[in-house]
């Protein structure tokens, strides 16, 4: 099941504002209607906390995908900041495995490449989404 939450301007780094579960195009509509402008108005007042960001979740899988439109808010097609969260199996020193977060952030280009890697996500198809967001994260590192 896939669900999205919803980070304001003025709200704790780890605190979302649950909004139910979603499909594909029910987040592409909510990142469409969302109010970036005014959120990231808001947020150049404040100068203090997080950037508004959508969090698409997929519980069973433990995995997220936040979205923030970079810019003032205004253009919808352009940037997108994207933070990838999965909690992944770490070995320990006695070789007992842990979870534990992994969190990789990357910078979409356009919002062709935002809706490709929300795609990916929805259908569960983690290992193909992580090779897209690593390209993407290369790129931002200019190794790409």
């Known amino acids: 099941m ?8 003025g709200d704790d780094f780890q605190q979302t504002h649950p909004q139910g579960e979603t499909t594909l195009v029910g987040f592409m509509a909510a ?3 969302h109010p970036w402008q005014e959120q990231h108005r ?11 960001a959508l969090v698409l979740r997929h519980e069973a899988d433990q995995r997220e995908l936040w979205v923030t439109l970079l810019g003032d808010g205004t253009d919808r097609r352009g940037e ?3 933070q990838s969260v999965a909690m992944r199996p770490r070995k320990s020193f006695f070789g007992k495995g842990k979870l534990e977060q992994d969190v990789a952030v990357f910078e979409t280009r356009d919002r062709g490449e935002l809706d490709r890697l929300c795609e990916l996500f929805c259908d569960g ?5 992580d090779r ?5 994260a290369a790129r931002e590192d200019g190794s790409d």
């Open 80 to 82: 997108y900041q994207l």
């Open 125 to 129: 198809q983690y290992e193909a989404f």
């Open 42 to 52: 808001e947020w150049n007042e404040q100068q203090d906390g997080p950037l508004p």
């Open 132 to 136: 897209e967001a690593g390209r993407m």
């Open 31 to 33: 990142i469409d209607a």
């Open 2 to 9: 896939l669900s999205y939450a919803i980070q304001k301007v």
